[in-house]
């Protein structure tokens, strides 16, 4: 008797030689997460090429496999023993559990059947095989094969111990498995944009840890509320985020009493890339992750973009910098943090904005307002602050 299971594809790209181990770590420790709350206890094999679940219920596992960065095909399938005569009933009562019996049934439904060997000992090659499948299939149900356009497309793929027949192939997150790139600190704002960011920089398998800005004591701690909301979210793509919130009012006002003018934006973004560099290195992140966009702001024209990274002592990747408005909330939409991104909060770069953000700076400009902040001390005072949250674990 044939029994269920979900068979999952993942891109081929990256997969030689060492790399390829490496990988299918990174993913199984990505999938052990995804199914930690399932209701059953859930299996997870590795294969060549291929990782079947198992244990809980096929929607369930479904659900937990869509979720999961690295995976880009998920199969629902049916497994069964390594013989011809067992795999023919299966595809059977995969048709019968689908479409009812042949008895029930008037549609004609054109199909195919695809096999594939990863095993190549099994008696049949996969083109006589399929065809031998097709027969059964034409005798059982009178369907019409059509290979070029099929209505349903049946896919047999002999593995080393078991056959395994699917009819539907559902698309996965895709990416590389979060972890197999490195580490990187998402710096996180309550916008659309910066939580499009993290994911993006998840999906090129980036390791996230992210870290939010707040205007305490200037602010109060809806901003924070909202941060931790986001995390909580894209906690479901990797498991284990951590969030610190490091609270910059005092120094803002302190880089207005010094005389920053229309260079406050672009200040104050120069200080949060220099601190959460610092967080980073003592993270072990080898980068930092911003939501900027080219132009969609004054504090992101190319110019201030290169003045605030100059501060920075990490890369600063900008996952969207050539997404449009239009773009990078839909993808807040797919993957759930727009609901979030959208409630109000005190944002603390709204505190003490010049009526003029200047669009034009250059490094030099910010010489003398840093030399009095102190810098040097203000930094790890900063960092002292810091609170730590695990908005995953609740
Ligand atoms: P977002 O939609 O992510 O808030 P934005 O369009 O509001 O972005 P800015 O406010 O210019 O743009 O911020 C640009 C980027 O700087 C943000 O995407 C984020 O990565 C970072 N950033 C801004 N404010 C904060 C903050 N309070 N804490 C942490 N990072 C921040
Ligand atoms: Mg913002």
């Not at 997870?44 to 596992?61: F, K, M, N, T």
């Not at 009562?93 to 019996?101: I, N, P, W, Y």
């Not at 042949?102 to 996969?126: I, L």
């Not at 004591?217 to 809806?222: C, E, H, R, V």
Request: one cysteine or more; aromatic letters at 4%; proline letters at 6%.
């Amino acid at each position: 008797m044939a029994r269920p299971c979900v068979l999952l594809k993942y891109g081929e790209l990256m997969l030689k030689g060492r790399n390829r181990g490496k990988f299918e770590e990174y993913l199984r420790e990505s999938l052990r997460h995804a199914v930690a709350g399932a209701s059953a206890p859930v299996r997870i094999s590795q294969r060549p090429g291929v990782v079947v679940l198992s244990g809980a219920p096929v929607e369930e596992l479904v659900e937990c496999a869509q979720k999961v960065i690295g995976v880009s095909v998920v199969r629902p399938a049916l497994r069964t023993a390594r013989t011809v005569d067992d795999t023919v009933e299966t595809v059977l009562q995969a048709l019968t559990e689908r479409f009812g019996s042949p008895e029930e049934e008037t549609a004609k439904r054109r199909f195919a059947v695809r096999a594939h060997r990863r095993d190549k000992t099994f008696p049949m090659k996969s083109e006589q095989l399929a065809a031998h499948l097709g027969s059964k299939v034409v005798e059982a149900r009178g369907w019409p094969v059509d290979l070029s356009n099929p209505e349903v497309e049946i896919t047999v793929e002999v593995d080393q111990r078991e056959v395994f027949v699917a009819l539907d192939k559902l698309r996965g997150q895709g990416g590389l498995p979060v972890g197999a790139s490195g580490r990187a600190l998402v710096m996180l704002s309550g916008g659309f944009d910066s939580p499009v960011a993290a994911y993006r920089a998840m999906r090129r398998g980036l390791r996230c840890d992210f870290v939010h800005f707040t205007g305490a004591p200037l602010t109060g701690p809806s901003s924070t509320y909202k941060a931790y909301a986001l995390v909580r979210q894209l906690d479901r793509f990797q498991g284990d985020s951590r969030l610190y919130v490091i609270p910059i009012g005092n120094a803002q006002r302190a880089l207005a009493t010094a005389g920053a003018g229309n260079l406050q934006i672009v200040a104050q973004r120069r200080l949060m890339v220099r601190t959460a560099a610092a967080l980073a290195r003592d993270l072990g992140a080898q980068a930092l992750v911003t939501g900027d966009s080219l132009g969609q702001v004054a504090s992101q024209t190319l110019a201030n973009m290169a003045t605030v990274e100059q501060a920075a002592e990490l890369p600063l990747l900008r996952p969207l910098v050539a997404f449009d408005k239009e773009e990078i909330i839909a993808e807040a939409r797919r993957i759930g943090t727009a609901e979030i991104s959208k409630l109000p909060d005190e944002d603390c770069c709204s505190l003490l904005a010049p009526p003029r953000v200047a669009t034009k700076t250059t490094p030099a400009q910010f010489v003398n307002v840093e030399r009095r902040m102190e810098l040097d001390e203000l930094v790890p005072k900063l960092l002292a602050d810091i609170q730590v949250h695990v908005p995953g674990a609740a």
